[in-house]
């Protein structure tokens, strides 16, 4: 089967839509005002926490962790309540950053 340049380039931004939705909920949603995808800044890198949870079935309580914040974990500075972001969001971007972030 021969594929046209075109149909390959389809194919490509078909693939990678879904990780470009999510890395613009992100930033819907203000996450990056203290986590960046591959370095600390506030709080932890997304692929930071993806490494630490690896394996792990953590997707619901990560979520509540989005909306409600917490503490301990990554230090002494609290994540914030993020009252701006729905269950189903949170689910999305945990989902996200647990498949590494990209």
Known sequence: MKFSPLSI??????????????????T???CLSCHA?????LGPAFQDVAKKYAGQNVGDKL????????????G?????ANTQVNEAEAK????????GAK
């Open 76 to 80: 002494a500075v609290p994540m914030p």
């Open 9 to 26: 380039l389809l194919a490509g931004l078909v693939a990678s839509t879904p990780a470009l939705a999510d890395l613009k909920l992100a």
């Open 28 to 30: 819907e949603k203000n």
């Open 92 to 99: 999305k971007l945990v989902a996200w950053i647990l498949a």
């Open 63 to 74: 979520a509540l962790k989005v909306m409600k914040g917490g503490s301990g974990v990554w």
């Open 37 to 41: 995808v591959d370095k600390k800044v």
